[in-house]
T-cell receptor, first 108, second 113 residues
């Protein structure tokens, strides 16, 4: 079983659509959770942290379910500029593991 | 000045060459990481250094040799690589004591010929 698993994708959606990504993790000792965005041939960049209480940043909402060991990312009113690969990251004591990433393409 | 800087950005090397990748962070972090990203594969954690001590070696072949002389610098020494080692090598750093996010350098795109 992979340590961090994500939706296989790719997701192709029209502008304005709402899209959701899920990610499951196997290490119950995990303590930190993040979503990263990676553009083509660039390094991953932090999109947002994920907290147990859930958190929202504009059109982006992240949630954590510790009992079921999954995190989610919801993007509302998607823009062309949201096209990228989204990586979930799960950390335990400086050992941060990433999912394979889900490719999102937003089309006009 | 970017937080995490990697050099070189691109590297082509033969299988008998020896080269080194360099990473420098200006964020005051104490943990540094090497990741490998191959096409259509997840980021693979290779090595972790925490306060200059190697705390993780993720079953990486000995042809990859890390070095961390201080908390701000991290090297990856390469020798007798194979074509399948061609990938994007990413350095990252994080705070070290707290479970905070990792910040990445721009990566070195390595091609082994």
């Amino acid at each position: 079983r992979k340590e961090v698993e994500q939706d296989p994708g790719p997701f192709n959606v029209p502008e304005g659509a709402t899209v959701a990504f899920n990610c499951t993790y196997s290490n119950s000792a995990s303590q930190s959770f993040f979503w990263y965005r990676q553009d083509c041939r660039k390094e991953p960049k932090l999109l947002m942290s994920v907290y147990s209480s859930g958190n929202e940043d504009g059109r982006f909402t992240a949630q954590l379910n510790r009992a079921s060991q999954y995190i989610s990312l919801l993007i509302r009113d998607s823009k062309l500029s949201d096209s990228a690969t989204y990586l979930c990251a799960v950390g335990a004591y400086n050992d941060m593991r990433f999912g394979a990433g889900t490719r999102l393409t937003v089309k006009p | 000045e970017t937080g995490v800087t990697q050099t070189p950005r691109h590297l082509v090397m033969g299988m008998t060459n020896k080269k080194s990748l360099k990473c420098e962070q200006h964020l005051g972090h104490n943990a540094m990481y090497w990741y490998k990203q191959s096409a259509k594969k997840p980021l693979e954690l290779m090595f972790v250094y925490n306060f200059k001590e190697q705390t993780e070696n993720n079953s990486v072949p000995s042809r990859f040799s890390p070095e961390c002389p201080n908390s701000s610098h991290l090297f990856l020494h390469l020798h007798t690589l194979q074509p399948e080692d061609s990938a994007l090598y990413l350095c990252a750093s994080s705070h070290g004591r707290r479970n905070t996010e990792a910040f990445f350098g721009q990566g070195t795109r390595l091609t082994v010929v």
